[in-house]
Every structure is written in structure tokens, then in C-alpha cells.
């Protein structure tokens, strides 16, 4: 790993997406490119008003300008910022800023890395959610490039937790996952979650693949009737564990590729650092 693409707010998430991103270029000896977005569309486009209800519409727009104002302020000074923080914390880092179609220039931007690092809530707006937002949904989706999703708590500590089911997505997450160097010195647990031996057998495979590169693995094959999801969330939960590493699925199970309702269930309710490719 060379070059690790954040997303800069000054959101919970956004700050805990730092803090990953700074302690895996130290390990790989990475620079980091910062990216900030400037988007008021929301704010500064106009709304319907009902009859005798322009002066509501005015104090409306007013405030909305000057929200708009105030968050141009915040976002210029935060590349600065940034850079700092990540010098401080002794590793290279260099950050723009986006303003104009953010969705297809952060595309753009993340070709020109090895991975990147978002909080959940990283919208380039003004008022942050405690869901994952569309543009990092857009970013899982149609970017390029492994991406590690946080909410606002993370973890140095604990196992690398990886949900693997043999599809082509399970696999090709796991190989970045080791050949950028995610799982450190940490122990991983290889979880697959579908009925029958083939679960043990494709755990098994993973766990003989993370040994091949000096890993140390445990295998648990879960047969369980509860969301694979539900499932995985509560596994990671419950070992502490500072990453969850998977592929891309969908709903039935952890073998329909792409974006589909079970990756969505997992970024919604994230509770543990999320590395998903597909």
C-alpha cells in the first residue's frame, strides 16, 4: 500500500477515519491524499412556499444562505487542518478540495490510490447522520478500489474478522485485505454463514490462504436461520473485533454480488470498521 484516499469532514466518523487511515500509513509507510467536498446544493436552491407564506419563504432562504456561508467557511480550513494532523502524526499527507460534481470527482480521485478510508457519514453537507450516507454508499458501490467504512468508534485492538463464503467477492476481499497489509500483526477469525459442510470447507480455505501469508486464523462455520448480516454484526461484536473484512452480497446469503440489502444492513448498522470490496 502506497497511497490510502480520506474523505475529510469534521464529523465523529470522519475523525475516527483519520485516526485509521494515520495508523495504517505509519504501519505501511503510505501517504495519504485527503479529499474535502463543497456541496450546498441543498442549501441554496429554492423551495416551494404556500399562499401567505412568503415571508416564512424569505426568512427561509436567508438562513439558508447563510448556513451555506458558514459551511464554505468551515470546509477551507480544513485541508489545512488536515494536513497538519496527519504531520503531526508524522506521515505525508496532501488534501483538495471538491466543488462541483463530487460523486464523479471522488470516482476520479480514488483511481489514484490503493484504498480508501470514509466515515459512514461523509456527505459533504452541512448536517451529518447517524446512517451511512448515499455518497458512501455510491463510493462501495462505484468506486474502484477497496473501501473501509467506520463509524465514530474504532479500535486498535482485537482480531480482523472475515466473512467468507468462497464467491469471487469473499475471495478477491480477502486477497487486498492481506496484500495491502489491513490485518497488521492482528489474529484474524474466518466466519462463513451458509448451511451445510461447504461452509466449513470454504472457511477452511480462507483460514489455509491467511496462514500461506503468516496470518494466524481461527474458522467458525455458523448455521444459523437469523440475517447473515444480523449474524456477522453480532460475531464481531461479540470477539471485540477492531475490522470486519467481506466482499460485496446481497440477500440471499453472501453469494449475490454487488451492492444488494445485506451489505446495506451492515453499513446501517455499523458497529465495528467495515473493509468491503467487490
Do not use: N, W
Not at 486477497?175 to 462463513?192: E, H, I, K
Amino acid at each position: 500500500m502506497r497511497s490510502i484516499l480520506v474523505t475529510v469532514d469534521d464529523t465523529p466518523s470522519a475523525t475516527a477515519a483519520r485516526r485509521i487511515a494515520l495508523g495504517l500509513a505509519r504501519r505501511m509507510g503510505a501517504s495519504i491524499k485527503g479529499v474535502v467536498g463543497i456541496d450546498v446544493s441543498d442549501l441554496e436552491g429554492g423551495e416551494p412556499a404556500p399562499i401567505g407564506a412568503m415571508r416564512y419563504a424569505q426568512d427561509r432562504r436567508r438562513h439558508r444562505a447563510k448556513v451555506a456561508y458558514e459551511r464554505r467557511a468551515r470546509v477551507a480550513e480544513m485541508p489545512q487542518s488536515f494536513v497538519q494532523s496527519c504531520a503531526a502524526a508524522g506521515v505525508e499527507a496532501h488534501c483538495h478540495t471538491i466543488d462541483g460534481d463530487i460523486a464523479a470527482e471522488l470516482l476520479r480521485a480514488i483511481e489514484t490510490a490503493d484504498m480508501v478510508v470514509t466515515g459512514q457519514d461523509t456527505e459533504f453537507h452541512l448536517e451529518a447522520s447517524d446512517e451511512v450516507s448515499p455518497l458512501v454508499e455510491h463510493i462501495v458501490a462505484r468506486g474502484c478500489r477497496p473501501v473501509l467504512v467506520t463509524g465514530p468508534e474504532v479500535s486498535e485492538e482485537g482480531p480482523v474478522v472475515v466473512a467468507y463464503d468462497g464467491s469471487v467477492p469473499a475471495a478477491k476481499a480477502l486477497q487486498l485485505a492481506v496484500l495491502l497489509g489491513v490485518f497488521g500483526s492482528s489474529p484474524a477469525r474466518v466466519v462463513s454463514v451458509y448451511p451445510g459442510d461447504e461452509a466449513f470447507e470454504a472457511a477452511t480455505r480462507a483460514r489455509d490462504y491467511l496462514v500461506l501469508h503468516g496470518i494466524t486464523a481461527d474458522i467458525e462455520a455458523i448455521t444459523s436461520s437469523d440475517h447473515p448480516a444480523d449474524v456477522l454484526r453480532a460475531h464481531a461484536e461479540s470477539v471485540h473485533a477492531r475490522m470486519l473484512v467481506m466482499g460485496a452480497f446481497g440477500h440471499r446469503g453472501l453469494q449475490e454480488i454487488l451492492f444488494g440489502s445485506s451489505t446495506r444492513r451492515l453499513l446501517h448498522g455499523l458497529t465495528v470498521p467495515l473493509f468491503i470490496y467487490h
